[in-house]
Protein backbone atom coordinates (compact mmCIF):
# COMPACT_ATOMS: atom_id res chain seq x y z
CA UNK A 1 0.00 0.00 0.00
CA UNK A 2 1.48 3.56 -0.82
CA UNK A 3 -0.41 6.89 -0.06
CA UNK A 4 0.34 9.57 -2.66
CA UNK A 5 0.46 13.66 -2.00
CA UNK A 6 1.55 16.14 -4.95
CA UNK A 7 2.19 19.35 -4.07
CA UNK A 8 3.65 22.26 -5.79
CA UNK A 9 1.19 23.33 -8.22
CA UNK A 10 0.00 27.41 -8.68
CA UNK A 11 -1.04 30.07 -11.25
CA UNK A 12 2.06 30.98 -13.55
CA UNK A 13 2.24 32.79 -16.47
CA UNK A 14 3.29 31.18 -19.76
CA UNK A 15 6.99 30.93 -20.72
CA UNK A 16 7.79 30.30 -16.76
CA UNK A 17 8.55 27.21 -14.84
CA UNK A 18 7.35 25.35 -12.25
CA UNK A 19 7.82 21.83 -10.50
CA UNK A 20 5.75 19.95 -8.80
CA UNK A 21 6.33 17.17 -5.97
CA UNK A 22 4.67 13.72 -5.22
CA UNK A 23 5.51 12.26 -1.98
CA UNK A 24 4.95 8.92 -1.16
CA UNK A 25 4.42 6.72 1.84
CA UNK A 26 5.08 3.35 2.17
CA UNK A 27 8.70 1.43 2.29
CA UNK A 28 8.59 0.13 -1.18
CA UNK A 29 8.33 3.46 -3.22
CA UNK A 30 11.91 2.72 -4.42
CA UNK A 31 9.89 -0.96 -5.85
CA UNK A 32 7.73 1.20 -8.35
CA UNK A 33 7.71 2.77 -11.50
CA UNK A 34 6.14 6.07 -11.36
CA UNK A 35 4.14 8.52 -13.38
CA UNK A 36 2.65 11.96 -13.81
CA UNK A 37 -0.66 12.58 -15.89
CA UNK A 38 -2.77 15.64 -16.46
CA UNK A 39 -6.49 16.29 -16.40
CA UNK A 40 -8.05 19.61 -18.16
CA UNK A 41 -11.85 19.99 -17.95
CA UNK A 42 -13.67 18.42 -20.24
CA UNK A 43 -10.83 15.93 -21.28
CA UNK A 44 -9.44 12.45 -21.14
CA UNK A 45 -6.26 11.86 -18.53
CA UNK A 46 -3.17 12.57 -20.25
CA UNK A 47 -0.13 10.64 -19.54
CA UNK A 48 2.84 13.37 -19.04
CA UNK A 49 5.64 11.15 -18.01
CA UNK A 50 7.17 8.06 -16.49
CA UNK A 51 9.89 7.03 -14.25
CA UNK A 52 11.16 3.02 -13.80
CA UNK A 53 11.74 2.39 -10.10
CA UNK A 54 15.11 3.87 -10.11
CA UNK A 55 15.51 6.18 -12.25
CA UNK A 56 17.46 4.51 -15.24
CA UNK A 57 14.19 4.76 -18.03
CA UNK A 58 12.15 7.76 -18.28
CA UNK A 59 9.78 8.38 -20.75
CA UNK A 60 7.40 11.69 -21.89
CA UNK A 61 4.05 12.13 -23.52
CA UNK A 62 5.11 13.82 -27.12
CA UNK A 63 3.17 17.10 -25.81
CA UNK A 64 5.89 17.95 -23.09
CA UNK A 65 8.83 16.51 -24.45
CA UNK A 66 11.75 18.93 -24.50
CA UNK A 67 10.09 20.77 -22.10
CA UNK A 68 9.30 18.79 -18.83
CA UNK A 69 12.01 16.64 -17.03
CA UNK A 70 10.73 14.02 -14.51
CA UNK A 71 13.07 12.71 -11.66
CA UNK A 72 12.97 10.78 -8.48
CA UNK A 73 14.53 10.55 -5.24
CA UNK A 74 14.46 7.36 -3.18
CA UNK A 75 15.78 8.29 -0.09
CA UNK A 76 13.40 11.19 -0.07
CA UNK A 77 10.47 9.04 -1.22
CA UNK A 78 9.49 11.53 -3.73
CA UNK A 79 9.11 11.74 -6.95
CA UNK A 80 9.33 15.21 -9.07
CA UNK A 81 7.74 16.87 -12.37
CA UNK A 82 9.95 20.01 -13.70
CA UNK A 83 8.27 21.54 -16.30
CA UNK A 84 9.78 24.32 -18.03
CA UNK A 85 8.51 26.78 -20.67
CA UNK A 86 4.73 26.43 -19.54
CA UNK A 87 2.21 27.02 -22.37
CA UNK A 88 -1.45 27.91 -21.45
CA UNK A 89 -2.97 24.02 -23.31
CA UNK A 90 -0.78 22.71 -19.91
CA UNK A 91 -3.08 24.19 -17.38
CA UNK A 92 -4.35 20.92 -15.54
CA UNK A 93 -4.45 18.93 -12.10
CA UNK A 94 -1.84 17.32 -12.48
CA UNK A 95 -1.73 13.61 -10.63
CA UNK A 96 1.39 11.38 -9.75
CA UNK A 97 0.48 7.67 -9.96
CA UNK A 98 2.41 4.43 -8.64
CA UNK A 99 2.51 0.79 -10.75
CA UNK A 100 3.09 -1.66 -8.58
CA UNK A 101 3.60 -4.82 -10.79
CA UNK A 102 6.87 -6.21 -11.27
CA UNK A 103 8.54 -6.77 -14.41
CA UNK A 104 6.73 -3.99 -16.63
CA UNK A 105 7.55 -1.70 -18.64
CA UNK A 106 6.75 2.26 -17.83
CA UNK A 107 2.70 2.03 -19.49
CA UNK A 108 0.89 5.10 -20.76
CA UNK A 109 -2.24 4.04 -19.36
CA UNK A 110 -3.93 5.26 -16.47
CA UNK A 111 -5.23 1.65 -15.82
CA UNK A 112 -1.59 0.30 -15.38
CA UNK A 113 -1.19 2.55 -12.42
CA UNK A 114 -2.94 1.05 -9.16
CA UNK A 115 -2.08 4.04 -6.32
CA UNK A 116 -3.16 7.65 -7.47
CA UNK A 117 -2.68 10.81 -5.58
CA UNK A 118 -5.45 13.42 -5.25
CA UNK A 119 -3.94 16.45 -7.67
CA UNK A 120 -2.69 19.40 -7.98
CA UNK A 121 -3.57 22.46 -10.06
CA UNK A 122 -1.40 23.95 -12.35
CA UNK A 123 -2.76 27.05 -13.92
CA UNK A 124 -0.98 28.96 -16.77
CA UNK A 125 -1.94 32.45 -18.09
CA UNK A 126 -1.44 34.03 -21.59
Known amino acids: QVQLVESGGGLVQAGDSLRVSCAASGRTFSAYTMGWFRQAPGKEREFVAG????????YYGDSVKGRFTISRDNVKNTVYLQMNNLKPEDAAVYYC???????????????????WGQGTQVTVSS
Open 97 to 115: AADSRQGVDITTAPRGYGY
Open 51 to 58: INFNGGRK
